[in-house]
């Protein structure tokens, strides 16, 4: 080494660390820096392959040859005159003759990870962490690149590699802000679209590579790297939209109507039939699905599988990047104008969100920096052994930040209109899932999950903070007290909560042979005991026809013209029942295969029996019918909103109820016949006098029945006792009852219409 101050200036232990690929501090040996002992302005950079290198001014005009050093690859220059110190600099890097660059030094660049940011993100309370953390191009000092950002605080050190570096971890080592196991570093000339990960040396040595937790775009199997990709520059159109609809309170949505359709996106339809790839994209599938979801009747859609997953069969359940829209159908803007078409057509937008556990693929979360991070370091805390997946560490204040400015990500980002949280259940149990010894009790010794629960409390009160027009609903199928009451009165302020109670028995009843329903009328009924309990959504889910469960119209009892009948029968009776609705795709139409990930849904049954279509358009009818009244809506969590008309005859299996809207012309009436047995002359109580006219039969010949209609309006008659009396009912002299007489069809639903005059 021929200049002294290089000399004095480099450290043994530092050369070594950079050679050995371990150093975490690369800023305090590579790029310009001052000796103040020797008051000489110093220039290091580590090339590996170059053969020579310069310092040049920011101009260009002035050069320095560099001197080669030790490790091979580390170059050094020193300016002694404070008169010829440069406040800008770039590189010049010969590796051959004709193969010479000039570069910006990385390391010249201060870092945007500020002590504030540090403090917020230690405190889990950062919750814009992701314009911080992740690959965000940008210009700084005039020059393009990218800003990169990782959290891995058990590493011992990180680089980022790429497209724009070849993939050479010695390239672009990360700095290491302070304690907080935040890496950065600006990457000068990498580019929007090239892909990139995060090379981790772990404290034992093993290298790993890791997609960024962060990033908003990433490659599909096999490659798995993240892309570089920014968010800014989309022109949203639906900003009228958005003033009227995210300033709504939870009040008020309450009180609208809410028809969700179910969708897995690489199944609706395909463009190519049993190829992975074969999937039309965001863009093509807005106008696709936006018109149909509208012609349809649908208030919402709910989309399965949005944040990047790597396993096509977890269906999205599986996710490996939280902050990305999977490419499988395009780039993040894509999928912006997805839902900004979605917008225009007054459609809202549900995203499956699943903070309840992550998959153990080594590019993903887990064992992120070479030890537990993401993830509970106990098993008993940290793994699903059904599910062979990771749990979060809800008690973790960084690994809560990233859970709930994922959740704000979404909605701010993309404008999301609500989030469905998936797997409620397995994060508010300990013991979900795992038999004895496979879990570890609370503090107090019981299996409630504290740091779980308390984790939902925060993302929903913040939430409804930041944004009162979201919706946070919950899969939570136990009987956990309070899911959607406020969080200031204990409970975990979810928005909704879907009814799996009601689904469970009423598919199980709807499977019963009709001779053997008499028997089990409490399992028809018995969601109307609890309905106000929770704000819940009826659901009948993509869940209930995979795995061997068949069809919703093969779980229905008889021959096929009964099995389509009783399913009209169904869906009317869930439309009539208190609550917000969802119905997977497919089922609008009766699909008869169970559905499967990898191929589209049965499309083709339209045209090869209209008895689906029939049901399509039924299913239509209903939705519209939905929409129209606001007595099927208006009061779903009100005991204003429902009232028994007939459910104490089981023996006819018959259930008859009136709905309630806003004021009392708002009237409507269902009687459902779950037998093949036509009723000639069924008699009903009647909630009070007047006329009352039939809009809508599930047996009428346009949804594929026999016809079997009431023509007329029905007059209620009074009576002087109630023709099903309710249980312990004691009759009172003189008060006024009322009946109606109608016919009801087999395996049938009828809507009746309180025909309201003014007195």
């Known amino acids: 080494m021929s200049n002294p101050y290089l000399e004095q200036w480099t450290s043994k232990e530092m050369l070594k660390e950079l050679e050995e690929g371990i150093l975490n501090a690369p800023q305090d040996l590579l790029g310009c820096h001052i000796f103040k002992e020797e008051d000489v302005q110093i220039f290091t950079a580590y090339r590996p392959c170059a053969k020579r290198m310069w310092v040049l001014d920011s101009k260009g ?33 010969e590796y051959g003759p004709d193969d010479v660059i000039e570069i910006d030094d990385p390391y010249a660049f201060p870092g945007m990870f500020g002590e504030l940011d540090r403090y917020l993100f230690s405190e889990g309370n950062h919750y814009k962490i992701y314009e911080k953390l992740g690959a965000h191009p940008m210009k700084r000092d005039g020059v393009e690149g990218v800003q990169f950002a990782v959290w891995a605080p058990h590493a011992c050190s990180v680089s980022v590699i790429g497209e724009f570096n070849m993939w050479d971890a010695r390239l672009h080592k990360m700095i290491m802000r302070g304690s907080s196991g935040i890496f950065e570093l600006f990457v000068p000339g990498a580019w929007e679209g090239a892909a990139y990960k995060y090379e981790i040396t772990a404290r034992s040595g093993d290298k790993l590579y890791k997609t960024d937790p962060y990033g908003n775009y990433a490659e599909l199997r096999p490659g798995n790297a993240s892309r570089i990709t920014s968010l800014d520059g989309y022109k949203w159109q639906d900003g009228s939209y958005q003033k009227k609809d995210q300033k709504k309170s939870r009040d008020v949505r309450d009180k609208e109507p809410m028809s969700i359709y179910e969708v897995h996106l690489a199944s609706w339809k395909k463009r190519i039939e049993d190829d992975d790839n074969g999937n039309f994209s965001y863009r093509e599938l807005a106008s696709m699905l936006g018109d149909y979801v509208v012609d349809m009747g649908y208030t919402h859609i709910e989309l399965m ?9 977890s269906w999205g359940y599986q996710v490996g990047c939280y902050y990305a829209p999977t490419s499988r159908y395009g780039e993040p803007k894509d999928f912006m104008y997805f839902v900004d078409e979605m917008h225009k057509r007054g459609i809202q937008v549900i995203l499956d969100w699943v903070p309840a556990h992550f998959p153990k693929d080594a590019h993903c979360l887990g064992r992120f920096d070479g030890q537990p991070l993401y993830e509970h370091p106990d098993s008993r805390r940290g793994e699903h052994p059904d599910w062979g997946t990771y749990i979060f560490d809800y008690g ?3 690994v809560k930040n990233f859970l709930v400015a994922n959740a704000l990500f979404w909605i701010e980002k993309f404008h999301i209109d609500g989030l469905r949280v998936d797997a409620v259940a397995s994060m508010l149990y300990l013991d979900y899932g795992k038999s004895d010894g496979e879990w570890l009790p609370n503090k107090d010794g019981g299996n409630e999950h504290y740091e779980a629960i308390h984790f939902l409390q925060h993302l929903n009160s913040e939430v409804e903070k930041e944004h009162p027009g979201a919706y946070i609903i919950a899969e939570e199928s136990t009987a956990w007290p309070g899911v959607t009451a406020p969080v200031a009165d204990g409970g975990l302020g979810f928005s909704y909560k879907w009814n799996m109670g009601w689904m469970n028995d009423f598919l199980e009843y709807m499977k019963l ?42 779980k229905m009892s008889g021959l096929e013209g009964d099995k389509f009948a009783s399913l009209r029968a169904a869906f009317g009776f869930m439309y009539g029942h208190p609550g917000k609705k969802l119905l997977f795709m497919g089922q609008e139409f009766a699909q008869k295969r169970e559905w499967a990930e990898f191929r589209s849904l049965d499309w083709f049954l339209l045209e090869e029996d209209d008895r689906h279509k029939k049901m399509q358009d039924y299913v239509r009818e209903l939705n519209h019918l939905y929409q129209k009244y606001d007595a099927l809506y208006y009061h779903d969590f009100n005991i204003m909103g429902f009232e028994w008309m007939d459910c104490w005859r089981p023996e006819l299996s018959t259930v008859a109820f009136v709905r309630r809207g806003s004021s009392v012309k708002d009237q409507l009436m269902f009687i459902a016949n779950f037998t093949p047995m036509a009723l000639e002359d069924y008699q009903v109580n009647a909630p009070c006098a007047g006329t009352f006219t039939e809009i809508l039969n599930s047996d009428e010949e346009r949804f594929g029945g026999e016809g079997r209609v009431n023509k007329k309006p029905i007059q209620a008659k009074p009576c002087k006792a109630p023709v099903v009396p309710r249980p312990g009912e004691k009759i009172k002299p003189g008060k006024k009852y009322y009946e109606l007489e109608l016919y009801v069809p087999p395996l049938s639903v009828v809507v009746l219409r309180y025909d309201y005059k003014a007195e």
């Open 61 to 93: 005009e002035t050069t320095y040859e560099m001197e080669p050093m030790e490790p091979e690859g580390f170059f050094g220059y020193v300016i002694e005159k404070k008169s010829e110190r440069l406040k800008k600099y770039r590189f010049r890097v």
């Open 305 to 313: 599988g949005i944040a990047e997953y790597p396993f096509d069969g």
């Open 396 to 398: 973790r204040m960084e």
């Open 513 to 554: 042979d009709p001779y053997f329903r008499k028997d089990h009328q409490r399992q028809l009924c018995f969601s109307i005991d609890y309905y106000t309990s929770e704000k819940y959504i009826l659901v009948l889910s993509h869940d209930e026809v995979v795995h061997g469960k068949c069809s919703l119209l093969n």
